[in-house]
Nanobody, 124 residues
Framework: QVQLVESGGGLVQAGGSLRLSCAASGRTFSGYVMDWFRQAPGKEREFVARISSGGRLTNYADSVKGRFAISRDNNKNTVYLQMSNLKPEDTAVYYC?????????????????WGQGTQVTVSS
């Protein structure tokens, strides 16, 4: 069993930065591919970023490419999302998710665990 707890959300002005953290319990964290998702009010949840279990591979949604960076520290059982040059349209609840599916599973990914989410609000 793995529990995921996000933190680091808050209110920031457009152009600002935030770093989200997702802390995982359990000794098998390093075996999971980790994703960040977000869901804005009235919208569907959308993929933001992915990182492979070892941290060498990353992938981003086009909407955040060049502004967000995902990383992980397996010694600390934590995955991060560094968000820069934030825009009002980045406002959403951000969730981390763990999957034992292949990094390359794409839309066939099945998620094993989800966090409870952290709110990010970007003011204009």
């Amino acid at each position: 069993q793995v529990q995921l707890v996000e933190s680091g959300g808050g209110l920031v002005q457009a152009g600002g930065s935030l770093r989200l953290s997702c802390a995982a319990s359990g000794r098998t964290f390093s075996g999971y591919v980790m994703d960040w998702f977000r869901q804005a009010p009235g919208k569907e949840r959308e993929f933001v970023a992915r990182i492979s279990s070892g941290g060498r591979l990353t992938n981003y949604a086009d909407s955040v490419k060049g502004r967000f960076a995902i990383s992980r520290d397996n010694n600390k059982n934590t995955v991060y999302l560094q968000m820069s040059n934030l825009k009002p349209e980045d406002t959403a609840v951000y969730y981390c998710a763990a999957t034992s599916s292949s990094y390359y599973s794409g839309t066939n990914t099945r998620y094993d665990y989800w966090g409870q989410g952290t709110q990010v609000t970007v003011s204009s």
